[in-house]
């Protein structure tokens, strides 16, 4: 199983931050990622449709790569179906929120923090009680900003209106004294640089991108499915939104030039397939 791929899922191309981290911390391993763009959003969505989402996924990328690992790259996904996916599947399913979670507490000075996300995860209340766990003294203040996820999958990132948008959208946190600002949603990091311009540099903001990353690969090393090759791993994708779409953003924001993504219908997969 070391040389099989590490399976990455997201509403849409907002996963494609976590794969990122993944790519330049494991570059050694095979990934495989799914952005389910003809569904979006997940924020909206009840926890069990969501998680229905998520089981469809999840089957479609061990039936069709083999993965060893599944990583939820999707806060409201992970919010709603992390603990039935964990409890349900063979093999480690790691979730963004706890990992964005652990990151705050180590970043905060103040201990106030904002975290922006979808209403899902909002709703779902993780972040808050994921961070209090840690730290009991701890403010959290929570935004749901579904806007800035359009915005992402727009690939309008650094327009005036894109900043307008992220400004509105954050106004709310402009009074808090928050000193970390968690991206809670994994499209928000393609915003930084206008979520940055509206909070201020006095604010530091969490991708937890990379604090997920750095789980995966600990717990595939706790398991012995570190990928021992020398040589850089491969990567496909799949989409259930037009794959030219998918490409052009993909390409802009991974370090190295992804492959063309393959098209995956929702009838492909809602379609009861046989899993080993």
């Known amino acids: 199983m070391q040389n099989d791929p590490i399976g990455l899922m997201d509403s849409g191309v907002g996963g494609l931050t976590v794969l990122k981290e993944v790519q330049r911390l494991l570059p050694t391993e095979n990934t495989v990622f799914l952005g389910d763009q003809a569904r979006l959003p997940y924020g909206p969505r009840s926890v069990a449709e969501v998680t229905m989402f998520t089981k469809q996924i999840a089957q479609f990328l061990r039936q069709q790569a083999g ?6 790259a999707c806060n409201t996904a992970t919010a ?3 603990t039935t996916m964990q409890q349900t599947l063979p093999i480690p399913v790691i979730g963004v929120i706890a990992p964005g979670a652990q990151a705050a507490v180590q970043t905060t000075r103040n201990h106030r923090i904002g975290v922006i996300a979808t209403a899902g995860t909002v709703k779902s209340d993780q972040y808050r009680r994921d961070i209090l766990a840690a730290a009991p003294n701890s403010q959290i203040f929570s935004v749901a900003c579904p806007e800035m996820v359009t915005l992402a999958e727009q690939n309008d990132l650094t327009t005036t209106h894109a900043q307008s948008v992220v400004a509105a959208n954050l106004a709310s946190l402009m009074d808090k004294k928050i000193d970390t600002l968690v991206m809670g ?3 928000f990091p393609l915003l930084r640089s206008a979520i940055q ?3 201020g540099s006095q604010v530091t903001l969490v991708d937890p991108g990379l604090a997920t990353a750095e789980q995966t690969a600990a717990i595939l090393k706790t398991h012995g499915l570190l990928n021992p090759a020398t ?3 491969t990567a496909q994708f799949f989409t259930t939104g037009e ?3 998918f490409d052009t953003l993909a390409s802009q924001w991974l370090d190295q030039q992804p492959m063309p993504a393959k098209h995956v219908s929702i009838a492909q997969l ?3 397939m046989e899993v080993n």
Do not use: D, M, Q, S
């Not at 993965?67 to 939820?72: D, N, R, T």
């Open 185 to 187: 949603c994994t499209h």
């Open 270 to 272: 809602t379609t009861p």
């Open 197 to 199: 311009h509206a909070v």
């Open 243 to 245: 794959t030219a779409h």
């Open 67 to 72: 993965i060893k690992a599944l990583v939820i």
């Open 80 to 82: 709603a179906a992390l």
């Open 231 to 233: 040589t850089r791993g």
